[in-house]
């Protein structure tokens, strides 16, 4: 509530136009239901232009769908729910009607909404083994009503593969970089485009790669400009942060 | 070179309008200088938009003036010039018009550019001591032309400092989060805007913070969504993407 | 044994008035026992005010059962397990009474002792996951008799469900702040009271989570006054500290 | 401003008892003074119970000297400044009235408090080099108002230092234990004591001590209840922690 | 593609011989088959001398199978797979001809090279436990048409088993040091040996060894000239290098 | 072989009493046995005065047989080998005859060796889960002749119980300390006797230890003398060296 | 103070035969002086067999000088002090007879005591840039009486260099194996030794060295068999316990 | 000495053709001359084909002079000194004469060895700051008669200036790439070439980069074949291996 609502809400309850009881309502009014083991954002949508999310792990199927529930009780059209194994997916879709990918571990409650044509986000992996995290940046970037291409399997140590991709990322609007290994791929294609890059190392590899930690510190320290990182296969998180900048 | 741009190129060697060495010269121009210690690009600002950087450290004060010099000479306006110690700012200033900023360690060869009204940056930091990497941040979106505010010492610990400029932080169409100790001004930020946040962990502290370590590490698993970090002190990295995104 | 207490029984000894046997075993009297694998200590109620706590984790059930059964019968009414599987409270509960809560992993064997109503502990987590080591901390507390609040998933990526209760934090005596991921909790707890937070780092989040880590560091590093941190998931530290603060 | 707070407020509004200017001031009352690099929190004895703290390191001269001008002329007495070089003390104490510790590095500005003869802190360290992070906690307790007693040298590689001082430990309501190395002494101390332990681990020690990561990470684990642990070297917050619990 | 080559091509556009049309596709001609999961690379041995390989980590059987498929049918007589399970080989081995190794799970589909006599690598290991690497390493120079020479268990515990040797190592052209553990074979080998010497870290080990970081660090820091270094466990890469350097 | 045996061979030579064959035998025999994966060293008991022990883990079951049946065929009336699983132990255990202890998973093949009676090894540690370790060095320095008397759960958070053993302590030769968590307990031991500790980090606790880092560290800076440490876990290794010591 | 011993003063307090006082006294005499920043332990030759030693490091002159001067008053012949700066040497030398090593940093204050000739201590180091750590050892050793042997730059890179001398080793009693970089020394010498070896990584390398982290973890993770391992640098704790393993 | 060599030798001496003492020599022969503080290698070149090296770092200037005089006055015609302050470099001037280059830290005593035409090495910079290094190489290479080239300044983030020089890589036997930042030349280089890469992880970036472990991490994880690693700043060793490979 910015300072000049406030204003305005206070000079209606002096002049007698709203009662005390409901100007507390509007100041005070919580913006979630508290169903104990959570506290449920029914309005982010308002707040923030974007509906709540479910993070799947760690929470029992009776948790996720009772969260499910009041978010699509409380006027949501679709929720998505990111990290879900395929055997809580069965169990949930079950109670409440649901779209669920394997290779994201990604999954829609409700309706899947529409995609939108405005700006076009490319997604680029360095290997075939990186696809589940792209994947789960895609569903979510497309869950969000953006347009995804997906360029699959051009890390750098075969870097004509890239380059022979230079139109489609001239493009972008933003690019999710999303590689293991040693995470070089970030850096390239920032060389490559004057579009946001958003990298996201992945766990893939093994040995000094220490689960991730190569690629990770190699994003971090792009040489590229325009280069920001999230957590090690993050692809939820790119692909929001991607269709927040899509959009603007 | 768009494969488009290539084919009518050789259409045009093919028709003898152009001839295959001016072609050559099209296809493998140099874009960059060759100084033989580096290697200038000279054309950055038409490729991607934005004018080539100097990162100042180890760097020999020649180096840098001699890169300066030749960017200047290609035809650049400003040259911004990042981790450079004020010695070396002493230097360079003698050889080539000089603005430097002592706090920021950042200077601007050439003429600094003017400031545009568009958009609007929101700068936060948790604390005093994360000024200097802010100031990075901030000249270097002002030096790309963008508006920025300055929003220092507002760190968790005293939410309310923060929650006091939710309506200027509704404003900006990039938050950039500096912050050093536990870095949770990111996380915070970044549930009460719905814009994109940059985190820029410092390496203020001591013990256990492990140089910025802690402060990254929350940052990367921060539960806000929206939120992408760059390396610890970037300023300069966070500033040119928050100008990146602002001019979208 | 204090200075004065040894100088008073010397003085007996001398005056005829105790045997030297009785002062040897007043002063030397082990207050445990000695069951090969473990050195039970059947006085520590006498000694530090609380009775022994069994750590279940590395432990076989008969040992478990063994020292259980040995703190019983030296007259403790009731026996604190913590990590003790679902499996294990099962093979257990057959030698000796025994409630189990399977979410704490936690098991008291005997009577559960009932609770006070002196003072108040407040029990808050950043997000659904993070109720198990909630829950470890809450039914610890209330087993030495302190009365707990559970504020459950109040993270700060929302921190308006946090603002939301500053009245009930304002009457805790303690607040324990339960936080996985970048662990901000604390430190946002920790500016809004004026009472301890003990902070528990988890172990919920993955990537550069590195298990618990970052939650870890970003707590010692709170840049809020009043806030110490116990080790990664210890829900029962946390608890046990808590009470002890709690009586003061 | 709690509900019932707020809910009085807007009842005189509508009563027509208090303007709604006043109100807006009382609810949104920056309860800071900006100083552009610093918001200082001028109320923070009202709302937390203790006067803001300047963390002097990453500061300089001339933030530090403005910003303790600003607390004393809010009507702070004293003002609490940690962390302080000789050099930057001695420019300090120039522009305020300063005490100033060598040793802790720690200063003074205003009047000195009082000491409290409530309760009874020890503090305890493990060898003669921690002697300066054992005085920062010490001088901020005092600082606070509570009575300190220094139990210095009493590491467990001579434990009988430390078991001949059991008595002096029983009547204490709280025990810093400051100690590098292996960190021990906080384990050790927490099975004497049945009141909480705050454990420092310290920098002091080299090779494998990593600075401190050895102590951190051995009283993190420590196998004794009533234990919690600050950040390394972080004197400060073991000495407001220990005045907050001894008061209480 | 050549200055030169593209130089004549341009030449041969402008004087006719050559269509714009194939010209294009000369200079853009895309040396690889894109399977949308995968775009894999049917001339990297006319690039780079030696066949593509394929990391069966990761990779669903399906995949492997298809892009096993699309090598062989694009010439290649033989593909290496390496980190293939003993589970994805008898699937693969259903839908392609090939020869499996259980110890190193590596196959080779299509038909097994002949070796060569070519010059000679010695391949040694710490112990017994480090032969599943080493293995990967000696089949994969095989498979490239080395010579290969297996001398196991000669860890420096008793290094006699390794001077009694050194005829042996003398031999060599390549030599290949595996070890886990302290990984001190590298060191002692490359001062026997004036070749190469590729050091393979391995995760065999336990405790502080730290999956093989032990190890790594040991063979990074040999104070041994000639020694290089490759990931832990990547019998493949070193085995690669060896048969390059080995045919120079 | 000294400078002097080797002078008086060859003299041995020149005189025609040892032929050149012979000569060459006595200067090259090879001390073990190459069976491919393993070079058994045969006369480990004649150079290092013990014989040799195979190292279970990372060896198949058929390997640990042939290695085994090759020492006792070589005149080894027993061998011991560790972290031998109890499925391969009972597979073993039907080829040769076999001694398993489950809890040290530790066999004997062959005859199990008598005890000496010189001297005297005391090994403590801190808590119940560390009995696993304890018995693997326990049954190491017996299976080598020595006397141990087991002192488990001494822990330092009830230093008690470790106090009431000093004469126990003082009469120990060599003392192992076993602990995990915060391996406190090698610096109190350290402290109270004057004979040789080693000390055995274990990987017992969880969160902050990082699997035994914490113990290691704390006993790596241990503020006692005569203390130094083995590898986490490594009761073979601190059994073995305990024996060495007390047999001097 | 055994049990035995004290039944027999009870038992004369019984008899009359000691003073209540006196026997007080005895079981409760303080064996160290209180100098406030320090506890000194001036009985510690009787309880553990050789004299205090003060750790100069993080102390100040005037600290050395009067615990040092505790210990020669209370009837100490010679004090050994570690890690002393050649100016705080300067300075201390001004109050008390000193003797100081500038390589070792190391000073022997009053009496240099006299070598023994029983046993013998062989000190090898991998190379020249480890002396400073040996000597500490050497020298520490000869102040507790024992005969050294200096084995220097002995390397594994060159191994004939120490193969040249395994005569010397085989007379060693004890073996200290200091090496930094890779740290394989001390494997190479376990294997060719039958009596214990200290191993002493030092910080000396760069790089992945991490200050002597490579040479820690090679040492611990040594396969030969009779090898522990202080921490890095640490000459003193090497040469103490080499001296107590040599004398007994 | 080889098997064969020796049996030779014994028969020499069997026929009296040689005596003993001189067979005694030749077995035993030291191949170092003795300092004391060093073993120096003085037949290094016959035995390993390249004269010792001095690693300057960590010895005193008197002790450098020592050796390189030592290996001059053997018949060494030059001598390779890594690692040499401009300090130290101008002390040992004064006693050997001294070829010095400050960019590279590295000198060479006595004549500067001719260089040779015999092949090509390749050595390629991501920038301007990894130049020292780079120049560590590149001098060692050339010390030991190797052709080399210069690429620097071709990091991945203006992937054109590397594709630019696609034909001089082409032509190298050999490639050293060094980097700093993310490390990813190394991956993108060996992606273009068929000939081995040495890979030379630099200490140049801040932050996140921990002084060189992310490109180290990086390297060792590239995906592409063919490179192997060397120490971070390592630049003698990977010139010296990529000399030794070229002469193949």
């Known amino acids: 509530m910015t300072k000049e609502a406030l204003k305005e809400l206070l000079e209606a309850v002096a002049a007698g136009e709203t009662a005390p009881e409901d100007a507390l309502e509007q100041i005070r009014l919580q913006p979630y239901r508290d169903l104990g083991f959570a506290k449920v954002d029914t309005q982010r949508g308002v707040r923030q232009g974007a509906a709540e999310v479910i993070y799947g792990a760690g929470k029992t ?72 995290v792209a994947e789960e940046a895609a569903l979510t970037a497309e869950f969000y009503g953006n347009r995804v291409t997906r360029l699959y399997d051009v890390g750098v140590a075969g870097v004509h593969r890239l380059l022979d991709n230079t139109a489609l990322l001239a493009e972008a609007r933003v690019v999710i970089a999303v590689a293991g290994m040693e995470g070089a791929l970030a850096s390239v294609v920032g060389g490559l485009v004057d579009c946001p890059v958003i990298a996201v190392p992945t766990s893939v590899g093994y040995g000094a790669n ?30 929001y942060l991607a269709g927040m900048i899509n959009k603007m």
Do not use: W
């Not at 009776?62 to 929720?79: F, H, N, P």
């Not at 320290?221 to 939820?236: Q, W």
């Open 61 to 132: 199927v009776d948790q996720i769908i009772a969260i499910t529930q009041e978010l699509l009780a409380s006027g949501e059209k679709s929720v998505l729910i990111t990290r879900l194994s395929a055997d809580a997916a069965a169990a949930v879709g079950k109670a409440v009607p649901l779209f669920y990918d394997p290779t994201a571990k990604l999954a829609v409650a409700g309706e899947r909404p529409a995609q939108s044509d405005t700006g076009h986000i490319v997604i680029a992996t360095g290997g075939t083994s990186d696809i589940p």
């Open 210 to 239: 220490f689960e991730g930690l190569a690629a990770l510190l190699a994003m971090l320290n792009s040489c590229a400009s325009g280069v920001s990182v999230v957590n090690i296969d993050n692809g939820f998180g790119a692909g």
